[in-house]
């Protein structure tokens, strides 16, 4: 592990020297203690990798910008290592040139397109091939290749966006457009996104209405054969999400979201799935709610509160958080995953073999 902080400290210095970039490399630390449910997903879990109750893993990850006059390079990648395998994970998230001129922006490479105005859930957000970590929404997700356009004007601001077929470039390229508007303090969002398989049409809002921050999204996406609507004789599912954020203070904030899939499972559908023998997908019902309070005290002590909670069937989490943030250097943070799901047949208790986890991450910043 020392050796893997020795040369990323070192690549990130000779890059700093080498072309003038602005970098920022961070080492975290993270160590777990899990508790299992021997459920059917615990055993599924069990043939790909032993389940153990410690674990850790080192990660270093470097952000790394630099311009010249018009032109902008943006770079994320990171390596993680764990302990006793010789083998490293590493990965690239996004690697990209911008150009500007006027109104116009011209993007370049693997970049994150963030779409929708959620925190937890963002249906519209298709382009985005990683689920996010309901828990850390904050944290980078590795992004796509695209060729994206900006023009930024009084009327409304479109972008488009040309990417390669997911799987292998010479697939084809697929396309999306998204327009925003700015109407007194609501921003509004309508996107498509066409290939020749999947089509997906969505729209958000964030409105600031002074004590609270309105944020609505609903979605459209083309599903094999027959789906909840019919479109140009095309099948859709839909999804929605309606929240709201409220700051407090500068120390104080509180988000909640609620969220719907049309096409998740009903409460019958999943009952039937496990009594046969398969496990659903965690997440894969239709109802649920996630909300998260945060406040930091006297800019050294910061405490969260998150929670998710399956409406349909009583799936609940909890994850509270506490961390040291005084230190510009380093910052620390213990954590607590933990499944509270009511008894019988429902995705806590079958889908998810995790009972609780004790988590501690320290954060180092060079």
Request: with cysteine.
């Amino acid at each position: 592990m020392k050796r893997i902080l020795s040369a990323g400290v070192l690549a990130a210095l000779v890059s700093s020297a080498a072309y003038g970039m602005d970098f920022n490399l961070v080492a975290l630390t993270d160590m777990t203690y899990t508790s299992y449910i021997k459920n059917d997903a615990y055993n599924i879990m069990a043939e790909h990798i032993t389940p153990q109750a410690a674990g850790a893993y080192e990660e270093l990850r470097l952000k790394a910008k630099q311009q010249v006059e018009q032109v902008k390079f943006d770079f994320v990648g990171w390596i993680k290592g764990y302990p006793g395998r010789e083998s490293v994970d590493y990965a690239i998230d996004s690697a990209y040139f911008s150009v500007e001129n006027g109104p116009f922006v011209l993007y370049a490479g693997k970049q994150r397109i963030k779409w929708g105005t959620g925190l937890f859930w963002n249906p519209v957000d298709s382009l985005q091939p990683n689920p996010l970590d309901i828990y850390r929404p904050t944290e980078d997700l590795e992004g796509i290749y695209a060729l994206r356009a900006e023009l930024s004007n009084d009327i409304v601001t479109p972008s488009l966006i040309i990417t390669p077929k997911p799987g292998a470039a010479y697939k084809g390229l697929d396309a999306a457009i998204q327009l925003y508007k700015l109407v007194g303090t609501c921003d509004i969002f309508l996107n498509y996104i066409y290939d020749t398989d999947i089509q997906n049409i969505g729209a958000a809002i964030s409105w600031d209405l002074g004590f609270f921050v309105l944020n609505c999204q609903a979605a459209l996406k083309q599903v094999p054969g027959s789906g909840e609507f019919k479109l140009a004789n095309r099948g859709f599912n839909s999804s929605y999400m309606a929240g709201l954020t409220r700051t407090i203070s500068n120390e104080l904030s509180v988000v909640a979201e609620y969220y719907r899939n049309s096409a998740g499972m009903s409460n019958n559908d999943y009952v039937a799935s496990v009594t046969s023998g398969t496990i659903p997908v965690f997440l894969g019902k239709k109802d649920y709610l996630a909300y998260t309070a945060s406040y930091t005290w006297n800019n050294l002590l910061s405490i969260s509160f998150t929670g998710l909670h399956g409406l349909d069937d009583g799936t609940s989490f909890l994850f509270p958080a506490i961390s040291y943030v005084e230190n510009t250097g380093y910052d620390a943070q213990l954590a607590l995953l933990q499944n509270i799901s009511a008894r019988g047949v429902k995705e806590g208790i079958d889908s998810a073999p995790i009972y609780s986890t004790v988590e501690l991450r320290i954060n180092a910043y060079f």
